[in-house]
């Protein structure tokens, strides 16, 4: 059965401390909630450690980026088996922040994704058009080409640790979304696609989740399209209330 997730991406905010006492009011809420969605939050390499301990299973915590390298002299970068002795169970990848900034590209993913899931991490992996692509109506090459070049080369039984968030990059931050009609016929061009490549059995199960100016204001209408499977949330996964509305909102 396809996941519901609402996974938060806090991207480079939060010290510690701040993030130890969102992690406090965030249990509280979710404890209140009746909400059935899994919860992931997305921290700082250096809050994994704290705050997956911290926890109670009520949240998972998942790293934003990791090295395509095993280890090595590598300074500064932080790798899958790192991540996975944290326990963190997800990392988030290909996020456009890290394709536009770090110049990633699908090839550098594959690496990624492969190092995810030897060390037993599920990936969160991030596809997106930029305003230009979808201006020239060649969105959804766009996105073929980022999930066939990075994911496709897995097998059916490893697709199950991989979960897809749709991500238009001109929603990113903006205040702009996409209207729930562009996300869900995007998610179901994506699930046409795992059809395609895995049958229906896998294509059925694989969650997609939307993400770009994801709010409590309209995750509803978006959570309520049949293909999309929750969201991926920026901005409003840094405060607790904005975040359980939306957990809520599943
Ligand atoms: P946003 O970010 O919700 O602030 O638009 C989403 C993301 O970058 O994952």
């Excluded at 404890?31 to 919860?39: G, Q």
């Excluded at 809050?47 to 300074?75: I, P, W």
Aim: net charge negative.
């Amino acid at each position: 059965m396809r996941k519901k997730i609402v996974a938060g991406n806090w991207k480079m905010n939060k010290t510690l401390e701040k993030g130890v006492s969102f992690s406090d009011d965030l249990k509280q809420r979710i404890n209140a909630s009746d909400s059935e969605a899994i919860v992931v939050l997305g921290v700082p390499y250096i809050h994994l450690d704290r705050m997956a301990h911290l926890s109670n299973d009520l949240y998972s915590v998942s790293a934003q980026d990791c090295s395509t390298k095993e280890s090595g002299a590598f300074t500064g970068d932080i790798s899958s088996s790192m991540i996975a002795s944290t326990g963190a169970q997800y990392v988030i990848l290909g996020h456009s922040e890290r394709r536009a900034y770090h110049r990633e590209n699908n090839a550098d993913l594959a690496t990624k994704v492969d190092r995810c899931l030897l060390d037993a991490l599920t990936v969160i992996y991030c596809c997106g058009e930029q305003l230009e692509e979808r201006e020239a109506n060649t969105h959804f090459e766009v996105i073929k080409s980022q999930l066939s070049e990075a994911l496709f080369h897995l097998t059916a039984e490893q697709m199950s640790s991989v979960v897809i968030a749709y991500e238009p990059v001109w929603a990113i931050g903006t205040g702009v979304t996409a209207s729930s009609d562009q996300a869900q016929e995007m998610h179901a061009y994506i699930r046409s696609l795992f059809e395609e490549k895995y049958g229906k059995a896998i294509s059925d199960d694989v969650s997609i989740l939307y993400g770009g100016s994801c709010k409590p204001s309209n995750a509803e209408e978006l959570f309520l399209k049949e293909d999309v499977d929750g969201g991926l949330i920026g901005g409003a996964s840094l405060n607790p209330s904005d975040f359980i509305q939306i957990i809520d909102a599943i």
